[in-house]
Structures are given as C-alpha cells and as structure tokens.
C-alpha cells in the first residue's frame, strides 16, 4: 500500500487465496477491506465502491530496513505436537513482533487445535485455536519484550499443538508493525 500524496510505502500485506480459502468481498488485508478484484475468470465489486485504479509502486519500494532483514533460518516439524521455527534479526535495530499469522496442513488433511505458542521459552499466547489457521493479533501471555527480537539475535517460535503435528505445509507470515511479512 502507498501514499497518495509522497508515493512512500506504508504498508505491505500478504494476501492468501486458493480453493479453501476463496477471494470474498469484505476481506480486510493489512488495513485495507476488499470491495472489488478484477480476476483470469471476471470481476465483482461490492455495491457503492469506487472503481478500482491502477497505480503504479514508485521506484523506490524497498521495505523498512528494520523489517527487510529479518530472515527465517531453520523450521522443523518432526512430527511431535511441536513445530519451530528460528527467526534471525540481520537488521540494525530491534524488531517487536506484533501480530502473525500461522497457517498449517498436516498429513492426513485433519485440522490441528493450536494450544500455545512460545518464543524463546516464554509462553507469548494460550488459546485453543481450531482448524488449520490462526491470526494473533493479541498476545495474551507475556509482554511486549518478550517478543521483542535484538539486532544479530535468533529467536525460535514454538507453535504447539493439541496432538501429534505431522505438518506437511507450514506458512507464517509476521507484522513487525509495517504490515504482514511472508516469512515461511
């Protein structure tokens, strides 16, 4: 997403579509809502919304440098009810973790309840999440430091699972306060 008026980045998002997962008019991605898509097979737009335009990105579209430089370096999922993931901070400044979004498919095609998600150790998030997703945009464990990640520093997120977790796709997606950033 872009500015207006200066053409500066103000937001990237992520935006995950197939055939369980369908393009609905009403869908909020990052800060912005859905009201129309021009698509291979058609179009629709929601009654009232302004005609889409096409603008294009300026030149200049490289990410926050802060955000830009963190990289995952290793996801395991060894068929536990756990999986990692290790996230490395390559930037120069510190990076808060402020929402993310997981989205799992595990072997048998069976949903799997998240329980809890821990960083470092520390439990950031307790709830029990059915399907085979989850947006945390509330941290309900911890505090903010606790998802704070210092430039040079590798943190592991433990997602952990009501049962056995034989993960087959695992993606996470990660707001740094700049947006959704895909990382896996």
Request: aromatic content about 6%; hydrophobic content about 35%.
């Amino acid at each position: 997403f872009y500015d207006d008026a200066t053409g500066g980045l103000l937001q990237t998002a992520e935006y995950h579509t197939s055939c369980s997962q369908p393009i609905q008019l009403g869908d909020v991605i990052g800060n912005a809502t859905l009201v129309g898509y021009e698509g291979q097979d058609g179009s629709a737009s929601m009654p009232g919304a302004p005609t889409p335009v096409d603008v294009d990105p300026p030149a200049d579209t490289d990410p926050p440098a802060d955000t830009a430089d963190v990289v995952t370096s290793n996801l395991i999922a060894d068929g536990s009810k756990k999986v990692y993931v290790d996230l490395t901070n390559n930037g120069a400044g510190a990076v808060t973790i402020e929402s993310l979004l997981a989205e799992w498919l595990d072997d048998g095609g069976d949903d799997k309840k998240l329980k809890k998600i821990k960083i470092n150790g520390v439990e950031v998030f307790k709830q029990d999440i059915d399907g085979t997703s989850a947006l945390i945009t509330n941290f309900n464990k911890g505090d903010e430091s606790d998802r704070a990640i210092a430039a040079g520093q590798t943190v592991t997120i433990e997602f952990e699972f009501e049962r056995s977790a034989d993960i087959i796709d695992f993606d996470l997606s990660i707001d740094f306060g700049d947006g959704l950033i895909d990382l896996i």
